[in-house]
């Protein structure tokens, strides 16, 4: 079993910056795939970013240029650095851990991102 414990959002008006973090119970950044999914109101989750196993990331449309994921291995921590933020990114946001061969998941509890002036 893993936990994931996310933290860091808030209320920030547009073009303003967060950092969300994900704490995980124990080191598995050397196999599984860490990544942030978001869900707005009345909207499906959706995938927002991923840091793969050898450091590789991949991003949404929608994000890219904005966002940065990344992890502190040692501290069994990831990140996700959000800037220059719309309204349109408000939603929960999860971290979530898959496993590239058995397809086990893990998901965070989330943590609120509100946009707004």
């Known amino acids: 079993q893993v936990q994931l414990v996310e933290s860091g959002g808030g209320l920030v008006q547009p073009g303003g910056s967060l950092r969300l973090s994900c704490a995980a119970s124990?080191?598995?950044?050397?196999?599984?795939?860490m990544g942030w999914y978001r869900q707005a109101p009345g909207k499906q989750r959706e995938l927002v970013a991923r840091?793969?196993?050898?450091?590789?990331?991949y991003y949404a449309d929608s994000v890219k240029g904005r966002f940065t994921i990344s992890r502190d291995t040692p501290n069994n921590m990831v990140f996700l650095q959000m800037n220059s933020l719309k309204p349109e990114d408000t939603a929960v946001y999860y971290c979530?851990?898959?496993?590239?061969?058995?397809?086990?998941?893990?998901w965070g509890r989330g943590t609120q991102v509100a946009v707004s002036s």
């Open positions: 124990r080191n598995i950044f050397n196999i599984y795939t």
């Open positions: 979530n851990a898959e496993h590239p061969v058995t397809t086990v998941v893990y």
């Open positions: 840091i793969f196993r050898g450091g590789n990331t």
